[in-house]
């Protein structure tokens, strides 16, 4: 598995990142928004034992729960971003904007 972002995410990171300091992603397993990638200040979001670091996008580390790592771990992601609001407590919502994700099966 690889984590990666288009520019369209890279470039609403750094924004973010001018308002909020320093950012944290994690791979939500469908609370509050679906499956969608949520952002947060970095630690505002408590990671335990369950939680896997599967890369970084923009600077930013990325995490997944253990149990959702289990069913796409041969699967890579992008992070993109669209127009429009999700119903969670990620960052870009008041921009207008949602990050979400696009997958791959891993060829490898």
Partial sequence: MKV????????LI????????ELMFHQSGGC?????????PLGEFKVGGQDILVGEIGGCPF?????????????DLTIDVVNG?????SLEIPEGK???VRSEICER
Wanted: aromatic content about 10%.
């Fill in 4 to 11: 990666d972002a288009t520019q369209a995410a890279l470039e």
């Fill in 14 to 21: 750094e924004l973010l990142k001018s308002k909020h300091g």
């Fill in 32 to 40: 509050c928004d679906g499956s969608s990638p949520m952002c947060y």
């Fill in 63 to 75: 995490y997944m729960g253990k149990a959702q790592h289990e069913l796409w771990q041969h699967t």
């Fill in 85 to 89: 609001r999700g119903a969670s407590f």
């Fill in 98 to 100: 949602r990050f979400i």
